[in-house]
Structures are given as C-alpha cells and as structure tokens.
C-alpha cells in the first residue's frame, strides 16, 4: 500500500493503568463523573435486572465524561459493542434497542454467542478495536474460563486499546478477577414522580463498590436526573458474596417505593435517556 493511500491512525484516549490508579487512591471516593477504567465487574441477581441496567449507566457516565483528544471529532460517533452469551440472554433479556438513549441508540452491535469462551474472544476483539466507544458483556453462573488469566488479557487490551468494558457477572461468584472497579447491584425502590405520584418512577439501584483500585469501598443509590447519573451515598447493604448471584436481594429503604419501581429490562434503560424518554417492554 502506497503512502498516500493509508489511513492516518486516530488518537486512542489513555486509560488508567494499574500503577496510574494507586498513584490516585489517596484522592478520596468514587463520584460520578470521575471517567472510565479499563475494566469494571457488576455482581448482581438475574431474577431483577438490576445488572445490565447499572452496567449501562455506568458506562454511560464514564462515556460522557471521557476527556477529549487534540483534534477529536466533538461528537463521538463509535460503535457500542454488547456481548451476551445465550444463558445471560436467557437470564436477563436482550437489550432493547427503542429503549436507550438517542446517543447510541442506532450505533449499538449486540452480539449472542453459544460459550463463554466464545463471548471472551469477542470481548477482547471488541476492546481491541479503535471504532468502538465502549463494551459491556454479560455472563451468567459460574463462567469458568473467565479465570484470572482470562481476566488480565481483558484489563490489558483495554488499557493498550483505551476502549473500557464493564462486565456483568449474572448470579456469578466473586471470584478472582484484575478489573479494576468491582460492584455488587440490586434494584432500590423508585422516587415518586413530581408530576404524577401515581406513574412509575424512575429506576435506581443500591450499588456497593467492594474493591477499587483507586478508591476505598463504599456504597451508593444510583439513579438518572435529566440525563445525568446521581449517586447518594448509603449505609452498606452488607450483602453475602453467595447472595449478590444468586438471585436473592435485600429490601433497601433508601425512598419510598411508587407503584413500578421499573425492575425490568427496558425500562431500566430507557430512563437514560437524556430527554427523559421511557420505553416500556
């Protein structure tokens, strides 16, 4: 290939290495806003689909808060890549596409695969590539070839690539893992509606972060306001390993409960939306 003809490489966003985030750990708590890690674990219960809507928000978050390269284009138009293997579909649901915000909506590429090997290799191609914003995974159970190994390769081609991924873990153990942030989720009771106490509210979830890199534990109640993601923080829920996985969760009584507190699929990412847009399905 000829000179003139090549294609000019694209600047790559650095994300934080291992020895970047102990170097931050003095700087206090995990806050929205704060950007993305190479790699984030969720823990949570296939019984409420708590898992994939944290997961979205987080990456989301971390997404619009990404730090903008000299000479990047001032819209991000990479594709969002969702890795699911068939029992995690079964689980949990496929994504619904109608239901998510209008940013990504028609740049998400869902991908179903039988094993989890088959879901680790298009993982890893997926962080590897330079034309996607961000991944997010989904396994269920066990998931046995996701060893530490398998793990690493994960973390170190989205540092080198500067793609994140945020990996849910449906009614799976706490395993050995490098991610750099690990979360445990489960649904929370919804705020009323200001307008119409008798409408649904919007989603929110308890979300205790019990191993950081570059944070200490804490926990908070997630939830979206116009677009943004809020978090309060919470007195920890104190959750068995064994129970965040399978399928049991505790009553939180962080807000009054409205009459859908949106504990299925679409609607916990439909309230993403930056302009409030709620999908039910």
């Known amino acids: 290939m000829s000179r003139s003809t090549m294609i000019p490489d694209t600047p790559i966003p650095a994300l934080d290495t291992a020895a970047d985030l102990a ?24 019984r409420d689909a708590s898992g994939a809507g944290a997961a979205l928000a987080l990456a989301l978050d971390a997404w619009r808060h990404r730090p903008q390269e000299e000479g990047a284009e001032a819209e991000d138009r990479r594709a969002v890549i969702w890795v699911q293997t068939r029992s995690a579909a079964k689980r949990g649901g496929r994504p619904f596409r109608p239901g998510l915000p209008h940013d990504i909506r028609h740049r998400l590429i869902h991908v179903l695969v039988e094993k989890d090997e088959d879901a680790l290799f298009a993982l890893e191609e997926a962080v590897r590539c330079r034309d996607v914003a961000f991944v997010i995974g989904e396994l269920a159970g066990a998931a046995r070839a996701l060893d530490f190994t398998a793990s690493r390769r994960l973390t170190l081609a989205a540092e080198r690539h500067g793609v994140p991924l945020t990996l849910v873990r449906l009614d799976g153990a706490r395993d050995l893992s490098s991610a750099r942030q690990r979360w445990a989720v489960q649904p929370a009771p919804s705020l009323r509606p200001q307008w119409n106490r008798d409408a649904p509210g919007a989603p929110a979830w308890i979300a205790e972060l019990f191993r950081a890199r570059s944070h200490p534990p804490g ?6 306001d116009s677009g943004r993601l809020v978090a309060e923080r919470e007195t920890p829920f104190h959750s068995d390993p064994a129970e965040v996985g399978e399928g049991r969760t505790e009553a939180s009584n962080a807000a009054s409960p409205s009459p859908g507190s949106a504990s299925f699929f679409g609607a916990s990412i439909a309230i993403l939306s930056p302009k409030g847009e709620r999908v039910s399905g």
């Open 219 to 224: 926990t908070w109640r997630l939830s979206e």
């Open 23 to 46: 170097r931050l750990a003095h700087e206090g708590r995990w806050q929205p806003g704060l950007g993305a890690v190479a790699q984030s674990e969720i823990f949570a219960s296939s």
